[in-house]
Every structure is written in C-alpha cells, then in structure tokens.
C-alpha cells in the first residue's frame, strides 16, 4: 500500500515535469531539472524564457555563452562559492553534478 502510493506520486510529479518542461527528456536531464528547481531556482531561471527571480544571479541559459558548462563539473562536486557572495555553498555528489551538467546543456538545444 505504501509502495503503490509513492509509486503513483513519483508518476504525477513526472507527468507534471515533463508537461511544463518540454526540454528535459533523458532521465538524467529530468533529475538535474528536479535538483536545481529545488536548490537553484529561487535565484536563478532554470528554464528557455523566465529571468531570474534574483537579477543578478545569471539565468542557467546563458551560462554556456560565457564557458563550456562542462567546466563547471569540479566546482559543484569542490562546493562552489565563487561569485556567490549572498548564495549558501552547494556541494553535489558525482552523480548530482552529472545530472546537473547534463541539463544544463539541454538548455544549449
Ligand atoms: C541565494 C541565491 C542563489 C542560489 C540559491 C543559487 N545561486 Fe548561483 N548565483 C547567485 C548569484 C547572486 C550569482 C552571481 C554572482 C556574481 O556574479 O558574482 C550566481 C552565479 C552563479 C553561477 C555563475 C558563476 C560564474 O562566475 O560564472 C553559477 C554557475 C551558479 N550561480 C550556479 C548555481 C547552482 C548550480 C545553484 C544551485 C545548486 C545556485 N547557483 C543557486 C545566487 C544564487
């Protein structure tokens, strides 16, 4: 019973990602998205169009303009502080920095 109740939750909160979110297709896009919606987006715009809710926080689109997004793969596992005078330190696990990395380069598409 509790199986069969988280299983159906995890299955709306797919459906709901993947209709607002046309962009984030492989499963790892998908999780990247789910993480920096949680740990991100309150600063910065995760997505093609919106600004950011904070306007100096850069939106994750326009990233790959200024340096391969791959370039930031050691300062999300390191803990990335730099340039981040008012944003709490994120340290990502190598999985998460994948995830992470391969939806930002979604955004490139
Ligand atoms: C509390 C607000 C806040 C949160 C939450 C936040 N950021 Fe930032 N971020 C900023 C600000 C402000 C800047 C611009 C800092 C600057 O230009 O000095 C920034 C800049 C960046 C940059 C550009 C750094 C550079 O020098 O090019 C990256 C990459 C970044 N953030 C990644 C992330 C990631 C990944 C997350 C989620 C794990 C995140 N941020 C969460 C506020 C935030």
Do not use: N
């Amino acid at each position: 019973m509790r199986m069969a109740t988280a299983g159906i939750g995890a299955m709306a909160t797919w459906l709901v990602a993947g209709a607002t979110i046309a962009v984030a297709q492989s499963p790892a896009e998908q999780r990247g998205l789910t993480y920096v919606r949680t740990h991100c987006a309150r600063c910065h715009s995760v997505d093609k169009v919106t600004d950011s809710p904070l306007k100096i926080a850069p939106p994750f689109r326009t990233l790959h303009l200024r340096y391969p997004v791959e370039s930031l793969e050691e300062a999300l596992g390191e803990g990335i502080v730099t340039g981040h005078p008012s944003m709490p330190e994120f340290r990502l696990d190598p999985g998460q920095v994948g995830d992470v990395i391969s939806y930002l380069k979604s955004l490139e598409r």
